[in-house]
């Protein structure tokens, strides 16, 4: 199994760093599941992906912990 770092980027004006902070958990809690990410992978190849609504949350219903690859 590799290992991704999945980095999400909006950006926020704000007056300290904790607020633009509560305000990014605000949007996330509050908004539906952005959709634009930037992937890197172990050896620091970065990749920008735009994910398909229903496909994320089709994929986002099933339970992939069942998944025997996971195991």
């Given at each position: 199994?590799?290992?991704?770092?999945?980095i999400l980027t909006r950006t926020f004006e704000a007056d300290t760093?904790?607020?633009?902070a509560l305000l990014m958990y605000q949007a996330l809690t509050r908004a539906p599941a952005?959709?634009?990410y930037l992937v890197r992978d172990e050896s620091m190849v970065a990749t920008d992906l735009t994910l398909d609504r229903e496909k994320a949350d089709e994929f986002?219903?099933?339970d992939h912990t069942?998944?025997?690859g996971n195991w």
């Open positions: 199994m590799h290992k991704f770092t999945v760093a904790e607020e633009a952005p959709l634009q986002a219903e099933i069942a998944d025997p």
